[in-house]
C-alpha cells in the first residue's frame, strides 16, 4: 500500500519567513496530492492540492510543486504570518475502486512574532 | 450551513464497555471515513464507506465496528476488543471519490479509564 512520509517533524520560522514542508510517497499509482491544515482541538482543512497531470499550483501565499519522478511533493508557505501555526498534513491517493487518502504523520509549523 | 458534525466533542467510558460515536453529514456525500489521530502517529484510517450499506476496513479496523445504514451517517463502534481506545477520532466525509476534498468533522476525544 501508499506510504506517505513527511520531513521535518517540526518547523519553527520567523514571522515573514518562508517555509517548507516535504512530503515522499511510494506508489506510483497515486495521482492526488492534498495538504490539509489542523489547528488545536479542531479537525482537519484543505488548504491546497494538486493532480499528478500538474507540476505546481499556487493560491495567494500557499504554493504546492509535484516531482512525479522523484515522487515528492511540497508545501510553501510564503511571509509567514503567527495564524500559520498549525499542524499539517500531506496525502496521497490513487483514483479507482476502493482506493484510500493515506496521510503523512503532520508537521507542527510555529511561527514566530 | 452544510457540514459534518460529530459528538460529543469528549467522551469518557470505562474500559470494557463499549462506545459509539455519531458522525451526521448534511453535504450529500457518498463517501465517509473514520480516522484515529495519535500524537505522532498521523491520521490512520479505522473504517470507509464509499456508499450506504457498504464499508470496507481501513488500516487499524481491530476492535471497531462500524455501519451506513443512512447516507448521513456513519456511527463507529469502539469496542472492549480495542486494547488501546483513548484517542482523538476524526470522521470525514467526500464526495465520491478520495481523490476530491475531504471535509472534518471537529472530532471526538475519547478516554477509557
Known amino acids: 500500500g501508499e506510504n506517505v512520509e513527511q520531513h521535518p517533524s517540526t518547523l519553527s520560522v520567523q514571522e515573514g519567513d518562508s517555509a517548507v514542508i516535504k512530503c515522499t510517497y511510494s506508489?506510483?499509482?497515486?495521482?492526488?496530492f492534498p495538504w490539509y491544515k489542523q489547528e488545536l482541538g479542531k479537525g482537519p482543512q484543505l488548504i491546497i492540492d494538486i493532480r499528478s497531470n500538474v507540476g505546481e499550483k499556487k493560491d495567494q501565499r500557499i504554493a504546492v510543486t509535484l516531482n512525479k519522478t522523484a515522487k515528492h511533493f511540497s508545501l510553501h508557505i510564503t511571509e509567514t504570518q503567527p495564524e500559520d501555526s498549525a499542524v499539517y498534513f500531506c496525502?496521497?491517493?490513487?483514483?479507482?475502486?476502493?482506493?484510500?487518502?493515506?496521510f503523512g504523520k503532520g508537521i507542527t509549523l510555529s511561527v514566530r512574532p | 450551513d452544510g457540514g459534518i458534525t460529530q459528538s460529543p466533542k469528549y467522551l469518557f467510558r470505562k474500559e470494557g464497555q463499549n462506545v459509539t460515536l455519531s458522525c451526521e453529514q448534511n453535504?450529500?456525500?457518498?463517501?465517509m471515513y473514520w480516522y484515529r489521530q495519535d500524537p505522532g502517529q498521523g491520521l490512520r484510517l479505522i473504517y470507509y464507506s464509499q456508499i450506504v450499506n457498504d464499508f470496507q476496513k481501513g488500516d487499524i479496523a481491530e476492535g471497531y465496528s462500524v455501519s451506513r445504514e443512512k447516507k448521513e451517517s456513519f456511527p463507529l463502534t469502539v469496542t472492549s476488543a480495542q486494547k488501546n481506545p483513548t484517542a482523538f477520532y476524526l470522521c470525514?466525509?467526500?464526495?465520491?471519490?478520495?481523490?476530491?476534498?475531504?471535509?472534518f468533522g471537529q472530532g471526538t476525544r475519547l478516554t477509557v479509564v
Open positions: 506508489d506510483s499509482a497515486s495521482n492526488y
Open positions: 496525502a496521497a491517493s490513487s483514483t479507482g475502486a476502493n482506493s484510500k487518502l493515506t
Open positions: 470525514a466525509s467526500s464526495r465520491d471519490r478520495t481523490d476530491t476534498e475531504a471535509f
Open positions: 453535504l450529500n456525500h457518498d463517501a
